[in-house]
């Protein structure tokens, strides 16, 4: 097993563990992998082994070297990273050199991480799967039929394949807790008002209503924490966070409390899926948690809303992207069906549904261009809706379900699965601390069993069902909204980690897949 961020971190501060060798285990593993997985696609290598032999003086100097003291840290490809490339997977931005570090690039540089390098993005960063003509196609650790999710998968593969033992993504549509699950890792997502986007390229620059984030990717949840401190260190926050745990975080609201449920909104769950909340349910239930299950239909109420936000500019800021170039064929699909305008789409989802394809009619009728009145209406509908589920979510400290209907996609398949993320929308629309940690496998009963259809949707999740034994299933943990209080603003954050540190403290051996099936 790979070492993880803190054990690199307390070695290099105790004297340990040289940075050095540290980085040489990261760039060894980077070379046996790097083959098969393609994720690290603009490594720094050289620079990285002077920055580790410059935090090795400081240390024989006496110098504080900071909480991520020779950590090797990969980031995604959208945050600048001096003389990198921020390309987007798009040919006509190859030549896009960042002139500075982002700000969280230059937080964890502060905190004394060595970055090695960005990892791979999907095209404009506009698909759950990871794959561009600029730097190929990165591949699922374990399976390469599979890709690693998105749009933070190149990051999420060199995590599982034990290249790095932490990472920076972004989400705005899963792009954090889709691919953790997929490749078996644990994945965390802070609120906006704590740490934003970091300074991430912005590719959606006119969407106002809710807004990407960054956060972490890492095999441990202690990990994702102490890159969590680094960030919100000398911000308005708190400047760490205590050690605490779930049951004593709650402790003044009679302990903690967890609403689960297993749905998956459009596209029903994989039965590895449900097996995984439950589970999941089991061993906060073990550890003294009230769970108590709620009606997954708001969670899909929330996706659609979700969507409809997304895409009611019709795709006009990813289009100006893509200014003297095409996109990829499944990115130009979804620019194609985001920018019907909304009189043609009750005919086109007629057309689809007598075809056979219902779920992707309903999303025809859900989404598309809004102005005006009806962009305005939209508004109203996310504001009540944010209302009643908060009085619904109101006596409970945290919510597990899942982050994906599926496990790991097959290549080519994002497009027409776009909805199988339809979980993790909930947490972006209301803009909810979020994680993901890895609960299970599939196992090889779970492989079928979904009813026979003609729905394109649901023919392409019996393909990503079959061949799927072995491929890690996760569960998310979303912060209940209103858990802050004045005291503990970050206690929303501190409750999901916690509750993560008990779903990962009480899992079974053998969940992780962050060294096998590369290399």
Avoid at 295 to 300: F, I, S
Avoid at 486 to 511: K, Y
Wanted: glycine share 10%; charged share 20%; net charge neutral.
């Amino acid at each position: 097993m790979a070492a993880s961020a803190v054990s690199i971190a307390e070695g290099v501060a105790a004297g340990e563990v040289r940075p050095t060798t540290a980085l040489a285990e990261h760039v060894a593993r980077h070379g046996e992998t790097h083959p098969a997985l393609n994720a690290l696609v603009q490594p720094r290598h050289a620079e990285a082994l002077a920055e580790a032999g410059r935090l090795e003086q400081r240390l024989q100097a006496g110098e504080d070297v900071g909480p991520l003291a020779g950590v090797p840290v990969s980031v995604k490809e959208c945050f600048a990273v001096s003389g990198l490339v921020t390309s987007l997977g798009i040919p006509t931005r190859r030549r896009a050199i960042d002139v500075a570090d982002a700000p969280l690039v230059s937080s964890l540089r502060a905190a004394g991480a060595i970055i090695v390098g960005k990892g791979n993005v999907p095209q404009a960063m506009y698909l759950h799967e990871t794959d561009n003509p600029v730097w190929g196609r990165t591949n699922h650790p374990r399976d390469a039929t599979r890709g690693p999710g998105g749009s933070s998968g190149g990051d999420a593969a060199l995590v599982a394949a034990g290249v790095v033992p932490l990472a920076v993504g972004t989400d705005l549509a899963g792009s954090i807790r889709q691919p953790a699950h997929a490749c078996g890792i644990s994945g965390f997502l802070p609120r906006s008002a704590v740490v934003g986007d970091g300074g991430a390229f912005d590719t959606v620059p006119h969407l106002t209503v809710v807004r990407p984030r960054a956060g972490f990717l890492a095999r441990e949840v202690n990990d994702l924490a102490r890159a969590f401190e680094v960030v919100v260190a000398g911000s308005s926050f708190a400047p760490r966070l205590p050690a605490a745990d779930a049951m004593s975080a709650c402790h003044s609201r009679g302990g903690l409390r967890v609403a689960w449920w297993d749905d998956a909104g459009p596209i029903e769950p994989s039965p590895a899926v449900r097996r995984a909340v439950q589970e999941a349910v089991n061993r906060l239930a073990a550890a003294g948690a009230e769970t108590v299950r709620l009606d997954g239909r708001l969670a899909e109420e929330a996706a659609w809303l979700h969507l409809a936000v997304l895409s009611a500019d019709g795709g006009a800021d990813i289009r100006r992207l893509f200014a003297g170039t095409r996109p990829i064929p499944p990115v130009a699909r979804l620019l194609r069906l985001g920018g019907l305008p909304q009189w043609l789409r009750p005919l086109v989802a007629s057309l689809s549904q007598a075809r056979g394809g219902g779920i992707e009619a309903v999303a025809l009728r859900a989404t598309g261009p809004r102005h005006g009145a009806a962009l305005a209406a939209l508004d109203a509908r996310r504001i009540e809706f944010e209302t009643r589920f908060a009085a619904a979510a109101a006596p409970y400290d945290a919510l597990v379900c899942p982050v994906s209907a599926l496990p790991a996609l097959p290549h080519g398949a994002a497009a027409r699965l776009v909805l199988a993320a339809a979980p993790c929308l909930l947490a972006n629309l209301l803009d909810l601390p979020a994680g993901t940690v890895p609960i299970t496998r599939v196992r090889p009963n779970e492989e079928v069993g979904r009813a026979v259809s003609r729905d394109p949707v649901v023919l392409a999740a019996a393909a990503a069902d079959r061949n799927s034994r072995g491929l890690p299933v996760g569960v998310q943990v979303v912060g209940a909204p209103g858990a802050g209080t004045a005291a503990d603003p970050l206690r929303p954050e501190r409750i999901v980690l916690d509750v993560m540190r008990l779903l990962e403290q009480n899992s079974s051996n053998g969940t992780s897949i962050s060294t096998t099936g590369v290399g």
